[in-house]
């Protein structure tokens, strides 16, 4: 367990909505990162963050937009949310180092209608 | 472009048999090289990893991975399964080197399914 929690856990929305879902870290990893996880495509990458205020995109950031204004929080917002967005997402921090391994949060499940 | 591929979507083996899990990795440089298991509604658990040195490295859960350059695999193993490593097992890699921003590659994951 790294300290990472996630909220909401679950969330419906439907299509054109915004969504913001919080990823909150207790141990002041610099690294954080947002995947979403979908059947047959394991999981992608949609943004990270190396420091607060410094982000940069993923292999699937289309869609989605992300923000860290502290060390603990990430945040991933849909501007406006699409079905192709249904998906289960999970924020990540990496441990210092060169080396770092990643450890993940427990996961949203986002459905869109 | 990086690439991981995982050739089994399912694997189905009988409790207390052998399992290995396969995993081919596409990239220009010997990775970071990581296995995860994930149980049904849960997050992701790290069970190994491979940055250098010995090629065997030993994980949690009893649990191993051997690194080969070769054939560029990370090839997962136990000896003995017991039906609680029912879960679905991703291969991963990140790229190597200290300026890395740890990003991570996917496989597409294989589903284990331990019979009684």
């Known amino acids: 367990d790294a300290g990472i929690t996630q909220s909401p856990r679950h969330k419906v929305t439907e299509t054109g909505t915004p969504v913001t879902l919080r990823c909150h870290q207790t141990e002041n990893h610099r690294y954080m990162y947002w995947y979403r996880q979908d059947p047959g495509h394991g999981l992608r990458l949609i943004h990270y963050s190396y420091g607060v205020k410094d982000t940069d995109k993923g292999e699937v950031s289309d869609g989605y937009s992300v923000s860290r204004s502290k060390t603990e929080d990430f945040l991933l917002t849909l501007e406006s949310a699409t079905s192709s967005q249904t998906s289960v997402y999970f924020c990540?921090?990496?441990?210092?180092?060169?080396?770092?391994?990643?450890?993940f949060g427990p996961g949203t499940r986002l459905t869109v209608t | 472009a990086q690439s991981v591929t995982q050739p089994d979507i399912h694997i189905t083996v009988s409790e207390g048999a052998s399992l290995e899990l396969r995993c081919n990795y596409s990239?220009?440089?010997?990775?970071?090289l990581f296995w995860y298991v994930q149980s049904p509604g849960q997050g992701l658990q790290l069970l190994l990893k491979?940055?250098?040195?010995?090629?065997l490295v030993q994980g949690i859960k009893g649990f191993e991975a051997e690194f080969k350059r070769s054939q560029s695999s990370f090839n997962l193993r136990k000896p003995s399964v017991h039906w609680s490593d029912a879960a679905e097992y991703f291969c991963?890699?990140?790229?190597?080197?200290?300026?890395?921003?740890?990003?991570?590659?996917f496989g597409q994951g294989t589903t284990l399914q331990v019979k009684p």
């Open positions: 990540a921090i990496r441990t210092s180092g060169s080396k770092g391994e990643q450890y």
């Open positions: 991963a890699v990140a790229p190597y080197g200290s300026s890395n921003t740890g990003k991570l590659i």
């Open positions: 990239y220009g440089a010997t990775p970071y």
């Open positions: 491979y940055f250098s040195g010995d090629t």
